[in-house]
């Protein structure tokens, strides 16, 4: 049986009579080459079965691979799951697509030790999408020879980083609750190392947690409220390590199993504060008469629920993570870019009850 060899890009040069480079232009570097000569080319190749040129070789002769990794310690599931994770996969995209580069997502399970997916990754730089400061995989990004750019956390001396002001942002709201009259008060935070902890949180976990971003925010809230007298060792801190809205939830409940007078939960994330919500309206407490809840990030599911919170534009964190990598003119030279933040002041915080109230200073 005769079976026809699969065409090569030097049998389709001869096919059209033409150099080889002519046919790699097609493909590789259209604007050398005129619209019809083109058209001619891929039609040829079309038709002789040529499928155009081996992307892994030409990765080899010019030592790109047109791509940029994300790592990101979490299942892979969770950059299509989670919000904010979503709308700075969008801002990513879009900065990839401005300079003609593909993205390929690098999950980091947290509880797996397991570099293997950095090391096998044929990207040209990384973004590091908020990750603990002593994580292997990050360790094994930056031993790549490749540029690299963090967002949120962790805070790299040596690599360029995009974030907000986590401790002012936070800061605004505990100012804000303080002004209400709250001091009995109770804190719902996202996961603070790789080990898995799912209840209250001494002060010293939080005073070393590897998750720099939730350290910033728990700091800031006890320095807050100390300057009103509050003793941040009296106030319950619960951690959860999965970011859901159940988990959120049932951190909630437990902080009100422990003190039910208190008069505010304040989260770190808008996805805990809709589960503390939840949690509320299980209870028949009313929000915000009988108990004010906060989060942070300002998605719009939090926003359609009325929280107060913390918005912050994490779709540009993700394109100006783009820009910044694929800008790598001076890559001695770390650089910082710090994005706005805004107070949103919903329906979910109010002053306490009159009897719960503080008249202090």
């Known amino acids: 049986m005769n079976t026809r060899r699969p065409a090569t890009l030097a049998s ?30 891929l039609e040829t190749a079309r038709r002789l079965g040529y499928p155009g ?10 030592r790109k691979a047109g791509a940029v990794g994300l790592l990101l310690t979490e299942n892979l599931s969770y950059a299509f799951r989670d919000p904010a994770a979503v709308g700075f996969l969008e801002g ?11 993205l390929l997502l690098v999950p980091a399970n947290p509880e797996r030790e397991d570099v293997a997916a950095v090391h096998r990754a044929g990207v040209d730089g990384f973004v590091v999408y908020s990750v603990p400061d002593d994580d292997p995989h990050l360790a094994a990004v930056l031993e790549r020879p490749v540029p690299t750019v963090v ?3 962790p805070d790299v001396d040596s690599v360029d980083r995009v974030g907000i002001d986590d401790r002012e942002a936070i800061a605004g709201i505990a100012r804000h609750l303080i002004e209400l009259g709250h001091r009995r008060i ?63 939830a049932t951190a909630a409940g437990q902080l009100l199993d422990r003190d039910p007078e208190l008069t505010a939960i304040i989260c770190t994330s808008d996805i805990l504060g809709l589960g503390a919500l939840n949690e509320a ?17 300002g998605i719009t599911e939090a926003e359609r629920a009325g929280l107060t919170t913390v918005r912050q ?49």
Request: contains cysteine.
């Open 53 to 62: 040129p081996d992307p892994v070789a030409r990765s080899l002769r010019t």
């Open 151 to 153: 967002c949120d956390q």
């Open 92 to 102: 990513l995209s879009l900065a990839c697509e401005e300079a003609g580069q593909g």
């Open 186 to 248: 109770g804190v719902v935070c996202m996961r603070l190392a790789r080990d898995r902890n799912d209840g209250f949180v001494s002060v010293q976990r939080q005073r070393e947690a590897h998750f720099h971003v939730q350290r910033a925010r728990l700091t800031a809230l006890a320095d807050t409220f100390g300057e009103v007298g509050v003793d941040w060792a009296s106030v319950p801190v619960v951690e959860r390590f999965d970011h859901t809205i159940s988990c959120g």
């Open 12 to 41: 389709l040069a001869a096919e059209l009579g033409v150099s080889r480079t002519t046919v790699s232009n097609a493909y590789n570097r259209p604007d050398q080459l005129s619209p019809e000569l083109r058209r001619r080319v």
């Open 281 to 297: 309206k299980r209870r028949g407490l009313r929000v915000p008469q009988d108990l004010t809840v906060t989060g942070f990030d």
């Open 313 to 361: 534009p994490v779709l540009e964190k993700g394109r100006a993570a783009g820009r910044l990598l694929m800008d790598n003119v001076d890559p001695g030279r770390p650089r910082t870019v710090t994005l706005d933040t805004e107070l949103v002041l919903g329906s979910t915080a109010a002053a306490p009850k009159p009897s719960e109230q503080w008249y202090g200073p």
